[in-house]
């Protein structure tokens, strides 16, 4: 079975349509880890594929994201940038209500199997805790290999990396265009970077 994961679309519909294209429709999942609005020029257009890929699809998951629900005001604008807080503003206007309600229907968590967690932000807090490899992301880790999880997928920082625990070590990895990364870790932390709004280092 082949899933696309996506995250932080950003109502980027340019970005997401070449994200599409180039699965050439031989994909048989979808996953978005949220952040599908917020940023880009066309939320409305985002979410309406969205929907129609879960139309097509057994299995598509849409997760929540801290820019959906602060645009649902389920998260306080205070707790956004200056910038974010503007692009929330300008959002606004460009959302219908119909997909105001379908974006607060969406929730920041999923779990995807008994050792798989899907989230926005990180597993201790998925909607709003960002992970960067550091000590939260050690922290991280310990809680998934306690819970018994070997892999959870984020997004939220708009950089692909893979963080991972094997026995007792620590390490990371920013894939590279095209490059495979083998999951055979004891744990692991995916982050597939942003569609619509990439960051680089």
Not at 84 to 108: C, E, I, Y
């Amino acid at each position: 079975m082949k899933i696309i994961v996506t995250a932080d679309i950003h109502a980027n519909f340019e970005a997401l349509t070449a994200v599409l294209d180039a699965a050439r429709g031989q994909f048989d999942g979808f996953i978005s880890l949220g952040d599908i609005v917020g940023y880009g020029p066309d939320p409305e257009a985002c979410v309406r594929r969205l929907k129609e890929i879960k139309k097509q699809l057994r299995l598509c998951i849409l997760l929540a994201g801290n820019h959906d629900a602060g645009l649902v005001k389920k998260l306080p604008i205070r707790w956004f940038s200056e910038n974010a807080r503007r692009s929330l503003k300008k959002t606004a206007p460009l959302v219908s209500w119909k997909t105001r309600f379908f974006l607060a229907g969406l929730r920041p968590l999923y779990l995807l199997s008994e050792k798989t967690l899907l989230v926005h932000g990180s597993p201790l807090e998925p909607l709003t805790e960002y992970l960067w490899g550091g000590q939260e992301t050690i922290i991280a880790l310990h809680y998934l290999h306690a819970e018994g999880f070997r892999f959870c997928f984020c997004g939220h920082t708009h950089q692909a990396a893979v963080y991972y625990a094997d026995r007792g070590k620590y390490g990371l990895v920013h894939p590279k265009p095209e490059q495979t990364i083998l999951l055979d870790k004891e744990c692991a932390i995916i982050n597939p970077g942003s569609v619509g709004f990439p960051r680089t280092f």
